[in-house]
């Protein structure tokens, strides 16, 4: 990679092609010069056409496992940092303190989520561009790509993480949460509000970081956030243990917020030293943070649909919750979102793996090669099914043992969740074809198509059906997560349909 980029206005021009020199084939056209070598059969097929940088020469099959490798640990590292904040909650001292917490945290981390839409989205959008750039050889895009990323990462957390700062006590009373766990919901959303801004540089970074096929640097500083995390929420927040023992300073969910803020904080401050350092395949230059009109409305072009997706999913989970909150079960939000959280156990390995397919539609889709695209998916399909039958033999025959792990003292929380975990068993192995398909998809680009099917099952399916079931048939909480898993089956059934029109192959970014 060359020590400096060419000026702005040259990023996204294409490579020039290199002219033969007069001792090549010129010169032997036109008599100078040494003879041209005699001429050998040319393989033009696009079958011999390779990848470069980390996946070059690495077959098909490695390839997919070299890029979902890391990101599968990733997405280990990044589940327990919401899961350590509900088991510390569950582990709080006092005799009601653990229930107020978890349904506080419960209700907090639904606005949590709000803050990071906007990142997530430009993190998609980046990586369609810079994977695509990185299989044509096109490093000048790929960097002013990292550059506008990074970018619309820091300045979307700054504007939802004022918003929802602003907005947190009103979003504590508006759930119906009374004294202590209003208290705690309100506290919680604020001072993770703090950590937002660089959590957008750890989202949006990672993302264009295994867009270009380096996925063990966003691992590492992934692993970075959970061990940062774990000791201060715990050495903070506090922990009982044995006898009634108090670990750390006590300060309760205020002490576990301000570890998830600052882990998230030091996260994006080491995925921005190894962009900066450019010892993956990118490099982020000063200049390339300068806003950049045609670059950027390349990457909200992508995002966009991806945005009004997510925001869709957002605003239909928040009105499940308004469903439960009409139940009037004590201990529901906390049931709920233990269970949601386990069975996002089985989200792991598919977004994981989704990852891989994503990063290799995008780079041979640049490459020219939609065929092994194609190929690359099938495979990334195949091994996340194998892991979701086992995530599915978990959640059905051992559903109490791992909400035990998240709240061990709570009776109610043991009643309530283990059915809806053995609910989603059956619908397991239907969202890996959702995940894998649609991460291929959105690596094409193809943010659009992916958008009317996620927001048409989800409208149909998971709100209307959900609320079918819930009240007018009356199956309560285990009603609400049949049209969620009902959601998810369908959509998982339409994307393999729809993978299969190859539309996806002919989307321009």
Same mark, same amino acid.
């Given at each position: 990679?060359?020590d400096? #980029?060419p000026p &702005?206005?040259?990023? #996204?021009r294409p490579?020039?092609? %290199?002219?033969?020199?007069?001792?090549?084939l010129?010169?032997a056209?036109?008599g100078v010069g040494?003879p $041209?070598p005699?001429a050998?059969?040319?393989?033009?097929?696009i079958n011999?056409?390779?990848?470069?940088g980390?996946?070059?020469?690495?077959?098909?099959?490695?390839q997919?496992?070299v890029?979902?490798?890391w990101?599968?640990?990733?997405?280990?590292l990044?589940f327990?940092?919401?899961?350590v904040?509900?088991?510390i909650?569950?582990?709080l001292?006092?005799?009601n303190?653990?229930?107020?917490?978890?349904?506080?945290?419960?209700?907090a981390?639904y606005?949590?989520?709000?803050m990071t839409?906007? &990142?997530?989205a430009?993190?998609v959008g980046?990586?369609?561009?810079?994977?695509?750039?990185?299989g044509?050889?096109?490093r000048?895009?790929?960097?002013a790509g990292?550059?506008q990323a990074?970018?619309?990462?820091?300045?979307?957390g700054?504007f939802?993480?004022?918003?929802i700062f602003i907005a947190?006590p009103?979003?504590?009373?508006g759930?119906?949460l009374?004294?202590s766990a &209003?208290?705690?919901?309100?506290?919680y959303i604020?001072?993770?509000?703090v950590g937002?801004?660089m959590?957008g =540089?750890?989202f949006t970074g990672g993302a =264009?970081?295994r867009?270009?096929g380096?996925?063990?640097s966003?691992?590492l500083?992934?692993?970075l956030?959970?061990? *940062?995390?774990i000791?201060?929420s715990v050495?903070?927040g506090?922990?009982?243990y044995?006898?009634?023992?108090?670990?750390?300073?006590?300060?309760?969910v205020?002490g576990?917020?301000w570890?998830? $803020?600052i882990a998230?904080t030091?996260g994006?401050?080491?995925?921005?030293?190894?962009?900066?350092?450019?010892r993956?395949?990118?490099r982020?230059?000063?200049?390339?943070?300068?806003p950049?009109?045609h670059?950027m409305r390349? *990457?909200i072009?992508?995002?966009?649909?991806?945005l009004?997706?997510?925001?869709?999913?957002?605003v239909?989970?928040?009105?499940?919750?308004?469903?439960i909150?009409?139940?009037?079960?004590?201990g529901?939000?906390g049931?709920?979102?233990i269970?949601?959280?386990?069975?996002s156990?089985?989200?792991l390995?598919?977004?994981?793996i989704?990852i891989?397919?994503?990063?290799?539609?995008?780079q041979?889709?640049?490459?020219?090669?939609p065929?092994?695209?194609?190929r690359?998916t099938?495979?990334a399909?195949g091994?996340?099914?194998?892991?979701m039958?086992v995530?599915?033999a978990l959640?059905?025959?051992?559903?109490?043992n791992?909400v035990a792990l998240?709240s061990? #003292?709570t009776? =109610?929380h043991l009643?309530?969740a283990p059915?809806?975990? &053995?609910?989603?068993?059956?619908v397991t192995?239907?969202l890996?074809?959702?995940l894998?398909?649609?991460?291929?998809m959105?690596?094409a680009?193809?943010t %659009?198509n992916? $958008?009317?099917?996620n927001l048409t099952?989800l409208t149909?399916f998971?709100l209307?059906?959900a609320y079918v079931y819930?009240?007018?048939?009356?199956m309560g909480?285990w009603g609400i997560?049949?049209?969620?898993?009902? #959601?998810?089956g369908?959509?998982g059934? =339409?994307?393999?349909?729809?993978?299969?029109?190859n539309?996806w192959?002919k989307t321009?970014?």
């Amino acid at each position: 990679m060359p020590d400096s #980029d060419p000026p &702005q206005h040259e990023q #996204d021009r294409p490579p020039r092609k %290199r002219r033969l020199g007069i001792p090549g084939l010129r010169g032997a056209i036109l008599g100078v010069g040494d003879p $041209a070598p005699a001429a050998t059969p040319k393989r033009s097929t696009i079958n011999e056409k390779q990848l470069t940088g980390k996946l070059a020469g690495l077959s098909l099959p490695r390839q997919v496992f070299v890029l979902a490798l890391w990101p599968l640990l990733e997405q280990v590292l990044n589940f327990l940092v919401g899961t350590v904040d509900f088991a510390i909650a569950g582990r709080l001292p006092g005799d009601n303190t653990a229930v107020d917490a978890i349904d506080a945290i419960a209700v907090a981390s639904y606005f949590v989520w709000l803050m990071t839409i906007l &990142q997530a989205a430009a993190g998609v959008g980046a990586a369609a561009i810079v994977s695509r750039a990185i299989g044509a050889s096109h490093r000048r895009l790929a960097n002013a790509g990292t550059g506008q990323a990074v970018l619309l990462g820091i300045g979307s957390g700054l504007f939802a993480g004022t918003a929802i700062f602003i907005a947190a006590p009103w979003i504590a009373a508006g759930f119906g949460l009374e004294g202590s766990a &209003q208290q705690m919901a309100s506290d919680y959303i604020r001072i993770t509000a703090v950590g937002i801004p660089m959590c957008g =540089v750890l989202f949006t970074g990672g993302a =264009v970081l295994r867009a270009a096929g380096d996925t063990r640097s966003p691992f590492l500083a992934m692993l970075l956030v959970n061990v *940062i995390n774990i000791a201060l929420s715990v050495g903070l927040g506090g922990l009982r243990y044995g006898d009634g023992q108090t670990l750390g300073l006590g300060l309760g969910v205020t002490g576990i917020a301000w570890g998830t $803020a600052i882990a998230w904080t030091v996260g994006g401050l080491a995925v921005l030293i190894i962009l900066l350092s450019g010892r993956s395949e990118l490099r982020l230059r000063p200049h390339r943070l300068k806003p950049h009109r045609h670059t950027m409305r390349r *990457i909200i072009n992508v995002a966009l649909p991806n945005l009004y997706y997510q925001l869709a999913f957002w605003v239909i989970n928040f009105v499940l919750l308004l469903y439960i909150s009409r139940l009037m079960i004590e201990g529901a939000y906390g049931a709920h979102s233990i269970a949601m959280r386990i069975h996002s156990i089985s989200f792991l390995p598919g977004y994981a793996i989704s990852i891989a397919a994503s990063t290799l539609t995008g780079q041979y889709l640049g490459l020219g090669d939609p065929s092994r695209a194609k190929r690359a998916t099938y495979l990334a399909l195949g091994g996340t099914l194998c892991l979701m039958v086992v995530c599915s033999a978990l959640f059905f025959f051992f559903p109490s043992n791992l909400v035990a792990l998240l709240s061990p #003292d709570t009776a =109610v929380h043991l009643e309530l969740a283990p059915p809806l975990l &053995q609910l989603s068993a059956f619908v397991t192995p239907l969202l890996a074809m959702n995940l894998i398909l649609n991460g291929a998809m959105q690596g094409a680009g193809d943010t %659009r198509n992916t $958008a009317i099917i996620n927001l048409t099952g989800l409208t149909i399916f998971r709100l209307g059906g959900a609320y079918v079931y819930a009240f007018p048939l009356g199956m309560g909480l285990w009603g609400i997560w049949l049209g969620i898993m009902t #959601d998810i089956g369908i959509r998982g059934i =339409v994307f393999w349909f729809y993978y299969h029109t190859n539309r996806w192959a002919k989307t321009t970014v």
